[in-house]
């Protein structure tokens, strides 16, 4: 632009230059926002210099006009470059940031797996469930009457001496058996009812190769009308087909248990030779008559089984103690 002496046009031109040099440097959009509404607003610096048109003579106003209107152009055509600059800029900010470099090693985040002893109790539990049981759990600290007597032991009863048990100073005793978890369950509800029972248990024990203090049961209790041991022997037949693949040879034992009679130890034909698996019964009448059944109208059956037996073999584990030594070399193998 040519150098004059009109005040207008020596304005302008100073306007253009700064707010060139302004948003040269500008750096984001928010403040580019702002320069475009100070210079070129309703209220901007060019609008301000504008309301001085009216004290020129007719023949420069035409001039300062044209002189206006490009410097308003050439701001906008700035104005429009910056802003086309800082979107670039910043969408290749963000690509930059969020960009996967898959070159790199991952961040090793390590899956945790299911104890064998978690994933055993599962796996029966979605058997029984199957079968349409239901899930029912009790306390671990029991009263002398819901851990012997409702199951048909009283005090002096010889079967007291098959587990030794952990009592404490107030009489109560950690159970030995989940078992008690059917005679509460038996007392909220009537018949016909069917559940399984999982959970933690406890006797005084020397810890060995297969023997353990605090070990994991799960019992099964069925009451209903018309119950007989053949019920019981197909329910187990079909449990332990699902629970070791195959229909192994079954075989059951007259054995003893002072809350079943008739009773029976099951054995499966395991790798060539028997194996001892559960320990079941058709339920005693008196354990019907401590929890309010008619033992003349319904009859039940019931079964346990210990969770670690059951892990082992499935696994080929071949100590107890295994289970319950945290030994990540052992536990990472499943």
């Not at 009283?154 to 048990?165: E, I, K, L, S, V």
């Not at 069925?222 to 037949?237: E, H, P, Q, R, Y």
């Amino acid at each position: 632009m040519a150098t004059t002496s009109n005040p207008l046009e020596s304005e302008l031109q100073t306007l253009q230059q700064q707010a060139q040099e302004a948003i040269a440097t500008v750096p984001n959009l928010e403040e580019l926002e702002q320069l475009r509404i100070n210079y070129l607003g309703k209220k901007g610096q060019l609008s301000q210099i504008l309301r001085g048109m009216g004290k020129l003579s007719a023949e420069e106003r035409p001039r300062i006009g044209s002189l206006a209107n490009e410097v308003k152009e050439a701001l906008q055509a700035s104005l429009d470059q910056q802003k086309a600059s800082l979107q670039t800029a910043q969408i290749q900010a963000k690509l930059a940031a969020e960009t996967l470099d898959v070159t790199m090693p991952g961040v090793s985040r390590p899956l945790g797996r299911l104890h064998p002893l978690n994933s055993t109790i599962d796996r029966v539990l979605d058997i029984f469930v199957g079968l349409g049981y239901t899930v029912a759990t009790g306390p671990h600290l029991e009263t002398d009457y819901y851990n012997f007597e409702a199951l048909n032991i009283p005090p002096d009863h010889p079967a007291r001496d098959m587990q030794d048990t952990f009592f404490l100073a107030d009489g109560r005793l950690l159970r030995t058996h989940t078992s008690p978890v059917q005679i509460r369950y038996m007392e909220s509800h009537e018949p016909p009812i069917r559940i399984v029972a999982p959970g933690r248990v406890y006797r005084r024990d020397t810890v060995d190769a297969t023997h353990s203090a605090v070990f994991h049961q799960v019992e099964i209790l069925a009451v209903d009308k018309g119950l007989t041991f053949t019920d019981l022997k197909g329910t187990i037949k079909e449990f332990l087909r699902q629970m070791f693949g195959e229909e192994l040879p079954v075989k059951f034992r007259a054995s003893y248990f002072p809350f079943t009679e008739p009773s029976a130890e099951v054995d499966v034909q395991w790798q060539g030779k028997w194996l001892e698996v559960m320990g079941c019964g058709m339920v005693d009448p008196n354990v019907l008559k401590a929890v309010g059944y008619d033992p003349e109208v319904y009859t039940g059956f019931a079964a346990g089984l210990g969770i670690e037996r059951f892990a082992m073999v499935l696994h080929k584990i071949d100590d107890i103690r295994r289970l319950y030594n945290s030994d990540m070399r052992f536990l990472s193998q499943f």
